[in-house]
């Protein structure tokens, strides 16, 4: 099995800043996207941004110039740096796992919450 461990969530002002880690454990596999996804309460989960194992990404554009993603392979981790966060980025934020031949995320981390006052 293969595990997901989020951090680096918690409480900023809006213009702030924020960087999210997500480890995995387990049965890993050579090679692999990782994502970040984010719910907010009362709206459906939202995809937020992706990379692969060979360091490919891509971002929902409400992000784009403002978050990034990046990972380590030789540690396992993804992070997810986030500058000029916004009140609407506030949500329970998700790192998601997937082999890169599969279709769908299969591996699921417990989440972080990211709220962000003005």
């Known amino acids: 099995q293969l595990q997901l461990v989020e951090s680096g969530g918690g409480l900023v002002q809006a213009g702030g800043s924020l960087r999210l880690s997500c480890v995995a454990s387990?049965?890993?596999?050579?090679?692999?996207?990782m994502a970040w996804f984010r719910q907010a309460p009362g709206k459906e989960r939202q995809f937020v941004a992706r990379?692969?194992?060979?360091?490919?990404?891509y971002y929902t554009d409400s992000v784009k110039g403002r978050f990034t993603i990046s990972r380590d392979n030789a540690k396992n981790t993804v992070y997810l740096q986030m500058n000029s966060l916004k009140p609407e980025d506030t949500a329970v934020y998700y790192c998601?796992?997937?082999?890169?031949?599969?279709?769908?995320?299969?591996?699921w981390g417990q989440g972080t919450q990211v709220t962000v006052s003005s």
């Open positions: 998601a796992y997937r082999d890169s031949s599969a279709v769908q995320y299969d591996y």
């Open positions: 387990g049965r890993t596999f050579s090679t692999y996207a």
């Open positions: 990379i692969t194992w060979s360091g490919n990404t």
